[in-house]
């Protein structure tokens, strides 16, 4: 499956951004999805996931509550929408796939076969 994430830019605080994860090659609903994030010199962090079905949902602490996934499997496509945005929420943001088959490890990068390019997300005044 090949990813294409888009809806980077820039916003200022407080702002919102919905970031979109087009996949194609391969039916969506045979993965499980996640958004991660990365500063450049910091490891690779989980920010939401998503299992292939969409009954379930997974955020990082630091996001929990102003982020929210989803998916349309009709469409191929995986969103996150980012509300109160805030500058430490600056960072490239990928999209990944794993196999849904897996399970219990959303937030593990390792486990995500597939990702996307990744789209820049800055948060500034």
């Known amino acids: 499956v090949q990813l294409q994430a888009s809806g980077g830019g820039l916003v200022q605080p407080g702002g919102s951004l919905r970031l979109s994860c087009a996949a194609s090659?391969?039916?969506?609903?045979?993965?499980?999805m996640g958004w991660f994030r990365q500063v450049p010199g910091k490891e690779r962090e989980f920010v939401a996931a998503?299992?292939?079905?969409?009954?379930?949902?997974y955020y990082a602490d630091l996001v929990k509550g102003r982020v929210t996934i989803s998916r349309d499997n009709a469409l191929n496509t995986v969103d996150l929408q980012m509300n109160s945005l805030k500058p430490d929420d600056t960072a490239v943001y990928y999209c990944?796939?794993?196999?849904?088959?897996?399970?219990?490890?959303?937030?593990?990068?390792?486990?995500?076969?597939?990702w996307g390019q990744g789209t820049l997300v800055t948060v500034s005044s």
């Open positions: 090659g391969r039916p969506l609903r045979e993965y499980n």
């Open positions: 998503i299992r292939w079905s969409g009954g379930n949902t």
């Open positions: 990944a796939a794993q196999p849904a088959r897996t399970y219990s490890a959303e937030a593990d990068s390792s486990k995500y076969d597939y």
